[in-house]
């Protein structure tokens, strides 16, 4: 699954539907490529859209390589909110970020000062954070120690 052009994006969106069509089931490695190609492709919000999509198999094959990667490059291009959306479908499915991952996360939702993507991740990774840890976040009192609060209380 290469990508040589934005275009080709429509063809390898073509293979996985037609795989999830057919019920087939994915390895890590299709899914790694997956990722990849939609990435090169630049339409990394193509893969986790398909990942997001509880009832698409897809999802139940990614890697937390893939995915952390995946979670990087839609924090550089901004796409917070299908970010969050394909971090809540992992963790139903049973893949949870990695602890980087999730600090990277609450990091950039604590510089946009983004209090309702900060309850939206809180939500779907179920974080039990008090909304007096959040306002530590916001307030940048000891955001490190809180940080670490954050990243045991996803484990």
Known sequence: ????????????????????????????????????ACIRC???KAAAIAIAKYENRIGAWTSITAFSRL???LLEKGEFEILIDAVSTMY???IAPGDN???I????????????LINKIKESMKIKLSNEKIQ?????????????EVIAEVK
Do not use: W
């Not at 940048?140 to 120690?145: G, H, L, S, T, V």
């Open 1 to 36: 699954m290469l990508c040589n052009k934005p275009q080709d994006i429509k063809h390898i969106l073509g293979v996985v539907n037609l795989y999830e069509n057919k019920g087939y089931d994915f390895t890590e490695e299709i899914n790694s490529l997956f990722i990849k």
């Open 42 to 44: 630049e339409d990394p």
């Open 71 to 73: 979670l990087e490059v």
């Open 92 to 94: 139903r499915k049973g």
């Open 101 to 103: 991952d999730t600090k």
């Open 105 to 116: 996360i609450i990091d950039k939702l604590v510089e946009l000062n983004n209090k309702d």
């Open 136 to 148: 530590k976040l916001f307030v940048n009192e000891k955001p490190a120690d809180v940080q670490e």
